[in-house]
């Protein structure tokens, strides 16, 4: 089954009513959906100037790539492992981009070094682990990836305003690889499309929610 972008947004808006109704502030939750809409926004018009990539499903994947962002700490389990298990009997990729868009080139460290990301929880990391594995990355898998690495709750970001953003809030220093395989990831795209791809976003209008 493929959903569809109706459906993905309904998926969205029934997620925006459980946090209301366990309580949680949604004075916050603009930031959330700015979010996920401008990495769908991007997912779907970069793919639109890409053979072999469906721009709606594009669109999909990257709106529900954080689907279970918001519960995470309630739950204390990795998003991208609750997104799959939400999303794997539904849309298989949509439940794919969840669990694989914050390793980009599909590329996962070593449990030493990304155990507070899995809360400890090696099954978790060892499931991703092999899944990564055992699946061959796709242009979709990257293009998720790059949208995610694009987007926060102003909207379009650069890759430096991105990595700015992540400091600010978790007080990281980011190491040059970071920068690295996002930087590859961006020149992939461009070579894609024969573009700088930044140039379809920056001073353009927001854009709108799409149905």
Not at 46 to 71: E, F, K, M, W
Not at 84 to 113: G, T, W
Not at 123 to 131: G, H, L, V
Request: glycine share 2%; net charge negative.
């Amino acid at each position: 089954m493929t959903l569809t972008i109706q459906q993905a947004h309904h998926i969205i808006e029934e997620i925006k009513q459980r946090d209301a109704s366990i309580g949680r502030d949604m004075s916050r939750w603009w930031m959330y959906e700015t979010h996920i809409q401008t990495a769908a926004n991007i997912a779907k018009t970069i793919a639109s100037h890409i053979q072999g990539i469906d721009p709606d499903q594009a669109y999909v994947c990257a709106l529900l790539h954080d689907v279970c962002r918001t519960n995470e700490r309630l739950q204390s389990r990795f998003h991208g492992i609750s997104g799959y298990e939400k999303l794997i009997n539904i849309d298989e990729h949509a439940a794919r981009a969840a669990l694989l868009h914050m390793f980009v080139y599909n590329e996962i460290p070593p449990f030493e070094e990304c155990a507070s990301m899995f809360f400890n929880k090696q099954e978790d990391y060892d499931f991703t682990f092999d899944y990564i594995k055992n699946t061959k990355v796709t242009d979709e898998d990257l293009l998720i990836q790059l949208a995610d690495n694009l987007s926060n709750k102003d909207g379009f970001v650069t890759i430096e305003a991105r990595a700015q953003d992540l400091a600010n809030r978790r007080g990281l220093v980011l190491a040059p690889q970071w920068f690295e395989k996002r930087y590859a990831l961006k020149n992939y795209f461009d070579k894609k499309v024969n573009s700088n791809i930044y140039e379809y976003f920056i001073n353009k209008p927001k854009q709108q929610r799409q149905y």
